[in-house]
C-alpha cells in the first residue's frame, strides 16, 4: 500500500506531490506505461499513491480513477489522444472585465461550451466594476444567471465581492481562464496575498518559452482548496464538436431543439424553427444566439 497524494505540478516527465508528510518529486512506475494510452496517465489534480525510494524521490505506484477532467483532444497520425489539462477540476471559473479590456462574450460563451460539453460547472466573474459601475456591469453579463451561469461581481481595487469569490474557491478544484488584461492576478492576490503573483509567474516562464515542455500547476488556497490557471484554454479547440450538437452545449437552446419542424434544422433560416421563435418572442437571448451562429460556422 501507497502514501496517497496529490499531483500539484507537472513538468518533463516529473511530477511533484503533495503528501501529508511533504512534497516529492516523482516519476511514474515502469508498468503504469505498458500497453496503449489513449490519454495522459498521470496529471495535475489526480489523486496517486507513491512510494519513497531511497535516494528521497518517489514513484507513482497507481492512480485514482478521475471524477473529472478538463481534457484537449490532439488529433495525431494514430488516433486521437487526450491531453488531461487538469483532472478532477470541481469547477470552471470564467474571468472577464466589465471595461478595459472590453468584455469579449463571444468568447466567454465559447469557454461556457467547453464548460458544458466537459461536464464542468462555470461561475463567470465579471472584474474592474469600478469602471462602469454596478449597474452598467449587470447590463453586460445580465443575460447569463437566467441561463444557469452564476456571474459574480467583483473589483480588486474596493474589494468588492473578494470575500465571496474566496469562499466560492475555498474547498475546490478551479480551473480559471480568461483574456489578458482581466486583473486576475490582482484579484487573486486580493483573496489570498501572493497568489496572484505566484500564478502569473508561472504564466508568464511558460509564454516566454522558458521551459520545453508545459509545467502545469495547483496552487493552494489557505484552509482548502486549489486553483490552475488555464492560459491555453483559449486553444481548446471544437473541432471535435459537430456543428448539428453545438446546440445541445447552450442551456437555453437544448430543449427546444426537439420542438424544431426538421431533425436537421440549422436554427438559422429555415421554417418551424422553434429557437429562432423563442428569439423572437425575447426567450433567448439575442446575443446568445449570434453566438450560437457565429461558433457554428467556426468563428472567433
Not at 213 to 221: G, N, P, S, Y
Not at 263 to 284: I, L, M, T, Y
Amino acid at each position: 500500500m501507497g502514501i496517497p497524494g496529490l499531483i500539484v505540478r507537472s513538468q518533463s516527465g516529473f511530477f511533484t506531490v503533495q503528501t501529508e508528510s511533504g512534497m516529492l518529486t516523482c516519476h511514474l512506475r515502469g508498468r503504469l506505461k505498458q500497453g496503449k494510452h489513449v490519454g495522459d496517465i498521470a496529471a495535475v489534480g489526480d489523486r496517486v499513491q507513491v512510494s519513497c525510494q531511497p535516494d528521497g524521490t518517489g514513484s507513482i505506484e497507481s492512480i485514482d480513477a478521475r471524477r473529472s477532467s478538463l481534457v484537449r483532444l490532439d488529433p495525431r497520425p494514430q488516433g486521437v489522444y487526450q491531453q488531461v489539462i487538469l483532472a478532477n477540476p470541481d469547477q470552471a471559473v470564467f474571468v472577464f472585465a466589465c471595461a478595459d479590456p472590453r468584455p469579449h462574450l463571444r468568447m466567454l460563451d465559447r469557454f461556457l461550451v467547453i464548460a458544458e460539453k466537459q461536464e464542468l460547472p462555470a461561475l463567470i466573474i465579471a472584474n474592474k466594476t469600478d469602471l462602469v459601475g454596478q449597474e452598467q456591469a449587470e447590463a453586460l453579463f445580465g443575460l447569463y444567471p437566467p441561463i444557469g451561469y452564476p456571474v459574480l461581481y467583483t473589483c480588486a481595487r474596493t474589494g468588492q465581492g473578494v470575500d465571496e469569490l474566496r469562499e466560492r474557491l475555498t474547498g475546490r478544484v478551479s480551473a480559471l481562464a480568461g483574456p489578458s488584461g482581466v486583473g486576475k492576478s490582482s484579484l487573486l492576490n486580493a483573496v489570498q496575498p501572493g497568489l496572484g503573483l505566484a500564478v502569473r509567474e508561472v504564466s508568464a516562464a511558460v509564454g516566454k518559452g522558458r521551459h520545453t515542455t508545459t509545467v502545469r500547476e495547483l496552487f493552494a488556497l489557505e484552509g482548502s482548496g486549489y486553483v490552475a490557471d488555464m492560459p491555453g484554454m483559449r486553444s481548446l479547440a471544437l473541432w471535435d464538436t459537430e456543428p448539428e450538437e453545438l446546440d445541445g452545449y447552450f442551456p437555453e437552446l437544448a430543449p427546444l431543439v426537439s420542438q424544431c419542424q426538421f431533425n436537421d434544422c440549422h436554427h438559422k433560416s429555415e421554417p418551424g424553427c422553434a429557437v429562432r421563435a423563442a428569439v423572437e418572442a425575447g426567450r433567448v437571448h439575442p446575443q446568445r444566439y449570434d453566438s450560437y451562429l457565429r461558433l457554428r460556422a467556426g468563428e472567433e
